[in-house]
Every structure is written in structure tokens, then in C-alpha cells.
């Protein structure tokens, strides 16, 4: 498993940004995959989870604006993500796991494989 991340950038409060995550040895189609982020100075936390069934889980804090989609085909996973906040800044992760279990999703200690992070800044 190669995940790779990508689609981070700087945008205004209010944007829309959408980032995406590739496996490029395509050997995780059917794990789980999930977002996790960590801005400076603070731990990394959960965002969003989804399941090979497209079952989704996602942080309070990200609840209405965000949302986790994938393409089993491509082995990938990607975060639409919508009116932005400052809060929101943030280096984005993306994880994936073969066996971790529904309760588990939101912790990152659950999930073996990691992508390099892509930064997202959120500013005026």
C-alpha cells in the first residue's frame, strides 16, 4: 500500500477544496479509509472514515461541510471539503487499514498505512 495525498492548497474562508488520496500499488481497495488532520502545535485528529460498503463517519467538527467519498476501482479516497474556516488549517492525512473495526475508525493508532499529508491553509 502507497498512499499518496494531494489537492491542498490556500483558499479564503468559505471555499471549497477537494483532496484526494491514491494508492498506487491499488492493493487497498477494499480496506478502510479515512482523514486525519494536524495543525501546528496540536494532535492529530480524525475527520471522516469510509468503509468498503461506503458506510461514513465523520468528526463533529466537520459535520455538513465535508464529505469522505472513494473509487475502489482506483484504490482511492477523497475529502470534498466545503465552507472552509481557519480552524481547518491544517496538514491532511490520509490512512488506510485492512482489519480495523467500526468503533475504531476515528482512532489513528487503528491504521497501518499513511500518506505524506498535503497542507491546507485557510485565510483571508
Known amino acids: 500500500v502507497q498512499l499518496q495525498a494531494s489537492g491542498g492548497g490556500l483558499v479564503q474562508p468559505g471555499d471549497s477544496l477537494r483532496l484526494s488520496c491514491v494508492d498506487s500499488?491499488?492493493?487497498?481497495?477494499?480496506?478502510?479509509k479515512a482523514w486525519f488532520r494536524q495543525a501546528p502545535g496540536k494532535e492529530r485528529e480524525f475527520v471522516a472514515a469510509i468503509n468498503r460498503g461506503r458506510n461514513t463517519v465523520y468528526a463533529d467538527s466537520v459535520k455538513g461541510r465535508f464529505t469522505i467519498s472513494r473509487d475502489n476501482t482506483k484504490a482511492a479516497v477523497f475529502l470534498q471539503m466545503a465552507s472552509l474556516k481557519p480552524e481547518d488549517t491544517a496538514i491532511y492525512y490520509c490512512a488506510a487499514d485492512r482489519q480495523i473495526i467500526y468503533s475504531e475508525y476515528h482512532r489513528s493508532r487503528g491504521y497501518e498505512y499513511w500518506g505524506q499529508g498535503t497542507q491546507v491553509t485557510v485565510s483571508s
Open positions: 500499488g491499488r492493493t487497498s481497495a477494499s480496506y478502510v
